[in-house]
C-alpha cells in the first residue's frame, strides 16, 4: 500500500512510495501526529543518486519487520536534501558535533518540537564493523524515549541551546585584501597533494572552487605556484578515472587520492562548475586538454542532463543493472574487463585500448573491472585513433542499462549550469551552448519565478515543468544571479541583468542580517531548531559567498554602492577565515579576488553586424582579470542612459570604429578599437 510520498514530486521520495514503513514528508501534520501518538520522529534524509541511500532502503525500509517496528513506535520522515538543504543543513550539523561526522543517508530521531536527540547515518541490518543494527538502534531510542522521558528531553534541549550557541560573528572581521589572500595560498600550498594533484588524501573531491581561486590569483598577481596547482590537478582528474573517459563528465569523487575509482553518481553542479574551471584554464593558459574536457563536459550535460522543459537535470545514480546477474550495483555501467574491450574493438585494438585506458587483467576496480583511465605513460597512439575507440567503446556503452536520473530541476545548480555553457559557448564558438544556457535561463524565469508583490520569491525545484512547494534558499539566489549575469554577457541581452537584480535585490531584503552576514534561509523561510547560516563551502559553493560574488558583479555593472557595501560586508567571513581555511571557502576567496582586483569593468560599443564589435566582444569575455563584467551593444546615449546596460552610457565610437572601454576603482583605461590592447588591459597584472 503505497504511503504518503506518492504525490510527492521528488524522484528521492517517489523512490520510497511503495516502501512498507508509512513515511512522511517533512509538514506540520507528521510532528502533530507525533505529539499526539506520544512517539518520536524518525527523521531519514538523503537524495536518490546516493549508493548507501539506495542499500539503506534495500536492507531496511522493504523489510516487513522494520517497517511495522517503525510504523508502530514512530512517525516517520522522509526528506530530500536537495530540495530541503536548510532542514538538511541544520541536522547535519548537530550530527556532527554530536559524533564528529555526517553524510548520507542521515538518520535523526527527534521530539515532537523537531529538536534532535539521537543521531547516525547508514546502520546495517546486522551488527557489523562496530557498527549497531538499524534495529538495535531502533529499540535502544525506544527504550530511552519510554523509560528515560525526562533525560531525552533533557538531551533534546541541550543540543538545540548548544546549536543556538554557534552563531557566527564575522561582522567586525574586516574586507579581505591581498594579506589574507597570499596567507590563503600559503594554506593551500601545505595541504596540497604535488604527487596526485588536489588537496588532501582519500576520498578526494575535485576542489572546484579552489582552483578558480587560484586561476584568479595567477591573473591578479602572477604567481606560478598558483596555476602550476591549477593545472597539474585539472591534468590529475582529467587523466584519472573519476573523469568519464568515453561519455565525459565527471563523478562526484575519488575513493583513492590517485583519482583511479570514483563513486559514479554525477552531480550537475560538480559538472557545471569543473565544466567552467577546464574553460577557465585553456583561457589562461591554450591547454588542449583543458579545452577538450571543457566541451566534453559541457556535451555531457546536454546530452544526458537536459530535460524536455529546457533546465537540467539533478544527477546520475551510481548504481546501475549488471546484465549479467540483473542486480544493480555501484559502477556497472562504466567498468570493463580486457576481454570486454577485445569483445567491441576486435583482439589487436582490444588490447592496445586496454593499454591506452589502464585496463588490466586484475582491475582497478571490483571483480575485474577496471574504470577507464588515460595514463600519461600510456601508448601514443595518436588522437584520431583515440577517439575512434572513444565512439565504438561508447557505442557499446549504451546498450547497456543506464543509471537512473534524478530529473528535478534544481535552481541554483542550473545557475551554474547557466554559466558554464554560456561561457564554454562564446569561448569555443559554439552558439547552441548559448542556446542551451538561454533555454534553462528562460524555464528559470518561467516556472521558478514568483515576481508577485509582497511575496516575490525563487522556487527551488520544479520537475516536468511544475514548481515544487520549497522555497529557494540563499544559494539558488547567488547562483542564478552570477548564471543571469554571465549569460547577459555573453549574449548582450540586458534583460538579464535586469532579473539578476531583481534577485540581489531579494537576497538584501530578505536574508542579510544587520551586521551584513548572510543567512541560508529567507527572514520569512519556515522556522527550524536554528536558522541555518555557513559560509563554508561544500560541493558547491556557499550561498553565502555565490551571493556576495553576485551583489558585487551587479554593483560593477550598475554603479550601486549599496550592492557594493553588501558585498563587502559579507565579504568580511573570507577576511576571517581565508587564512585559517582556505579548502573551505574557495568561492569566497575567488570572489575576493574579484574585489581586490576591482572588479574591471568592460563596456564595448558597436553596431551588432560589424564584426570588429564581435572581436572586442571576444576578447573582453577571454580577458583573465578576476571578476571582470563585461557590457556590449550600441553606443550610449549623450544623456547618460545605457540602455539595457548601465556601462555602457555615454560610451561613444572612436573614429566611427566599435571602441572598448575598461575602467576599475573609479579610474578609466585609454578607449580603445585594438583587439590587442584590450587584451592587454585585461591580462594578468604583474605587481
Known sequence: MPNRLAKETSPYLLQHADNPVDWWPWSPEAFAAARERGVPVHLSVGYSSCHWCHVFEAESFTDELTAAYLNEHFVNIKVDREERPDIDAVYMEAVQAATGQGGWPMTVFLTADAEPFYFGTYFPPEPRHGMPSFMQVLEGVRTAWVGRPEEVAEVAQRIVRDLAGRQLDYGKAGTPGPEELAQALLGLVREYDATHGGFG???????????????????????????????????????????????????????????????????????????????????????ELARRVALETADFMVRELRTHEGGFASALDADSEDPETGKHVEGAYYAWTPAQLREVLGEEDGDLAAACFGVTQEGTFEHGMSVLQLPVQGPDIGDERLAGFKERLLAARQARPAPGRDDKIVAAWNGLAIAALAECGAFFDRPDLVERATEAADLLVRVHFDAAAGRARLARTSRDGRVGVNAGVLEDYGDVAEGFLTLGAVTGEGVWLEFAGFLVDLVLDRFTAEDGSLYDTAHDAERLIRRPQDPTDTAAPSGWTAAAGALLSYAAHTGSQAHRTAAERALAVVHALGPRAPRFIGHGLAVAEALVDGPREVAVVGHPEDPARAELHRVALLGTAPGAVVATGLPGAADGSGGEFPLLAERTLMHDLPTAYVCRHFVCARPTTDPVELAEQLGTVRP
Request: with cysteine; net charge negative.
Open 201 to 287: 588524501g582519500a576520498p578526494k573531491f575535485p576542489p572546484s572552487m579552489v582552483l578558480e581561486f587560484l586561476l584568479r590569483h595567477h591573473a591578479r598577481t602572477g604567481s606560478e605556484g598558483a596555476l602550476q596547482m591549477a593545472a597539474d590537478t585539472c591534468e590529475a582528474m582529467a587523466r584519472g578515472g573519476i573523469y568519464d573517459q568515453l561519455g565525459g563528465g565527471f563523478a562526484r569523487y575519488s575513493v583513492d587520492r590517485e583519482w583511479v575509482v570514483p563513486h559514479f553518481e554525477k552531480m550537475l553542479y560538480d559538472n557545471a562548475l569543473l565544466c567552467r574551471v577546464y574553460a577557465h584554464l585553456w583561457r589562461t593558459t591554450g591547454d
